[in-house]
């Protein structure tokens, strides 16, 4: 079992900045991949970014390069992702989700943190 936790959520200005924190505890040697979703009012689940837990290999959907950064510390067992020149679009709660397995989906979830940007 893995537990995630979340923190940095919070309300800021459109092109202003947050930074999200993931903790991970229990198994976290057997983590393979940990990721940041978010969903918004009346929309699906995207998955935002995402980062394989050995390698460091990173993955962001289109309309958050070049302004968000994912990072983690395997010391630590933390990811962080850092979002700069955010945008009203981002409002929505971001979740961290950790898989196990490399191609398949993602086992754990933690319980979310809101993101409220304001235009």
């Known amino acids: 079992q893995v537990q995630l936790g979340e923190s940095g959520g919070g309300l800021v200005e459109a092109g202003g900045s947050l930074s999200l924190s993931c903790a991970a505890s229990g198994r976290t040697f057997t983590l393979a991949r940990v990721g940041w979703f978010r969903q918004a009012p009346g929309k699906e689940r995207e998955l935002v970014t995402a980062?394989?837990?050995?390698?460091?290999?990173?993955y962001y959907v289109d309309s958050v390069k070049g302004r968000f950064t994912i990072s983690r510390d395997n010391a630590k067992n933390m990811v962080s992702l850092q979002m700069n020149n955010l945008k009203p679009d981002d409002t929505a709660v971001y979740y961290c989700?950790?898989?196990?397995?490399?191609?398949?989906?993602?086992?754990?979830w933690g319980q979310g943190t809101q993101v409220i940007v304001s235009s």
């Open positions: 989700a950790a898989a196990l397995t490399l191609g398949v989906g993602f086992n754990y």
């Open positions: 980062i394989r837990w050995n390698t460091g290999d990173t």
